[in-house]
């Protein structure tokens, strides 16, 4: 399921996510859909932002091709941390994924209120975060943010 990226940049992935394991699962479920994938992560809302480049007017903004939020973190609220996110113009068109393990069904009409692009359950494993792979693939190709020809090798 990796990403044919012979003639591609490398995607750039920030993930706020206060779980340590759970950045590893991300982290190495992505890297293995593509090798050259640059994931950062941060530990709480407000480094998100501050990630972003949002923390300071004037200051010159870090733009990714995907977010990955966890719902609950510290510090800043995940649904908090897109709202403030989407107001930017020069990152509205960054898609935004929601995670998180206990999400109510307000909780996932809020986040595609305010426009992220979609909201998966933790992943407990791997394996778990794999089977997104694909929606992840899919949310990318209907990004502003990524080339179109974006597509996964057999």
Known sequence: MARDNSSQSALKILVAEDSSSD??????????????????????????????????????????DLIIIDLY?????????????????????????????????SDRREAARLGAAGFFDKPESLADFRKNIRS??????????????CHCGS
């Open 23 to 64: 950045v590893f699962i991300i982290s190495r479920g992505l890297t293995e859909f593509d090798q050259r994938c640059r994931v950062t992560a941060v530990n709480d809302g407000e480094a998100l932002l501050e990630a972003l480049g949002l923390d300071s007017p004037g200051q010159a903004l870090n733009v990714p």
């Open 136 to 149: 992840i693939e899919s949310i990318l190709l209907r990004s502003d943010s990524r080339r179109a020809d």
């Open 73 to 105: 973190m510290p510090k800043l609220y995940g649904l908090q941390a897109l709202k403030v996110i989407k107001r930017e113009p020069q990152l509205a068109g960054v898609p935004c994924i929601m995670i998180s393990s206990y999400a109510t069904a």
